[in-house]
């Protein structure tokens, strides 16, 4: 592999660490204030939040969110969907948590026509459903569109993350997520997910296969292994003082949120610089309006700002790298649901592993770039992305005549 190829992989995780690192400035907050929230302990009831080093909770994610989404104009509910403590079956209880207290799952529905067909929608690493509130109005109109947060972030249950195996991880999200679909009785539905959203979608979809009716991967991680692109470049970095510490942050399970929850009340102003960075000055499309920057930030802070839990999901998942210790282009052949990749035409998410990976697929693969897009393609250019996800989905969608069956404009097939 080359250095610029390993670059590019390993941005991802960087990237998406960074987003949660500014974001997770935000991080700062939640670990020793989200914690007694949570629980709604005395402390958390007396202590005024102005005075907390980390001024956040559970409480005050769910008004973030509310915030955010005040600027959608379809109707919705949200709800906490009661997942159990543990899947049927299983002797531990999320899984080494010493407490059996049912978990939830934060979850948004919104209006839809009768007889649309589902979406979920499942957001990515440091992430949670309200990155996608450009689009929620769009796809509504289409679809019965429903946002979760995964176990362990945003305004769901955030349980004590004592996974020790990569197989225990994987567990940790695909039986929280069937759980949640049997509380909410569904089948049939269109799987949506971005980053490592998408690599928990796809982990899904192989497991479940019977449930989903298209799979839509969004700059997808987890495709290549490390053994499967070997780089000199990244054998010698390694080899260094820095690629030395590095390593042994990452084994050690040190996330860029535990770094910046010790920022404490300096984290909001911290994820403010990197949300007007990253969406503003550096974006590759459509600019946040201040209104959404603002609230964006807001959101992102608290999100990330509380208790860690699955974040802590990434050295089980990933090695040094960002590469996937379970790649999924090994279980491509397996693979048993039509996909849709899409991917911002200027994402550092490489799409050629998606390639390889259709050669081995024996169901319908499609690869589709939006132009002025990054990894976060959707909030770049909403529009463009909306066409990718109608297009997608053109033969579950009806009433719309011959839109979207012919490929859209603008758009690029890979």
């Not at 948590?97 to 929608?121: C, G, H, Q, W, Y």
């Not at 305004?155 to 909410?184: L, Q, V, Y």
């Amino acid at each position: 592999m080359s250095r610029a190829a390993v670059a590019t992989t390993t941005r991802m995780a960087a990237e998406e660490m960074r987003r949660a690192s500014a974001s997770a400035a935000a991080a700062a907050t939640a670990e020793a204030s989200a914690a007694p929230a949570q629980a709604g302990s005395r402390w958390a009831r007396v202590w005024p939040t102005a005075l907390r080093w980390i001024p956040t909770s559970t409480d005050r994610i769910i008004a973030a969110e509310k915030r955010l989404l005040s600027i959608v104009k379809t109707g919705y509910v949200q709800e906490q969907v009661n997942i159990g403590s543990a899947p049927p079956g299983s002797k531990v209880r999320w899984f080494r948590s010493a407490s059996d207290e049912p978990r939830f799952i934060n979850t948004v529905t919104f209006d839809s026509k009768e007889n649309a067909p589902t979406l979920v929608m499942v957001h990515g690493y440091g992430a949670s459903q309200g990155f996608f509130f450009r689009n929620f109005d769009a796809l509504a109109n289409r679809f019965r569109v429903i946002a979760i947060d995964q176990l362990g972030w945003g305004g769901s249950s955030r349980p004590d993350f004592t996974c020790k195996s990569t197989e225990e991880t994987e567990a940790w999200f695909i039986d929280s997520f069937e759980e949640w679909r049997k509380a909410k009785n569904l089948s049939n539905f269109i799987l949506l997910g971005h980053s490592f959203g998408g690599y928990v979608a796809a982990k899904y979809a192989l497991k479940h296969p019977e449930h989903v009716q298209h799979l839509i991967l969004v700059g997808p991680a987890g495709f290549s292994s490390e053994t499967e692109h070997s780089s000199e470049w990244l054998t010698k970095f390694r080899a260094t003082w820095k690629g030395m510490l590095i390593n042994h942050l990452w084994e050690s399970n040190f996330t860029p949120q535990k770094f910046v929850r010790g920022l404490g009340p300096w984290g909001p102003g911290l994820v403010q610089r990197y949300t007007t960075a990253r969406f503003g000055s550096h974006s590759t499309g459509e600019l946040l309006t201040d209104q959404e920057s603002a609230l964006l930030t807001d959101y992102i802070y608290h999100t990330l700002a509380a208790k860690a839990s699955g974040e802590l999901c990434l050295k089980y998942i990933f090695s040094f790298g960002a590469f996937a210790r379970k790649p999924l282009l090994q279980c491509a052949s397996d693979w048993k649901v039509p996909t849709t990749f899409i991917y911002g035409q200027q994402d550092w998410m490489n799409y050629q592993g998606a390639q390889q990976a259709r050669k081995d697929m024996k169901v319908p693969c499609e690869i589709i770039q939006v132009p002025q897009g990054g990894h976060f393609v959707f909030i770049d250019n909403p529009s463009g992305f909306h066409s990718a996800v109608f297009y997608a989905c053109r033969n579950l969608l009806t009433g719309d005549g011959a839109e979207g069956l012919t490929f859209p404009d603008g758009l690029i097939s890979a």
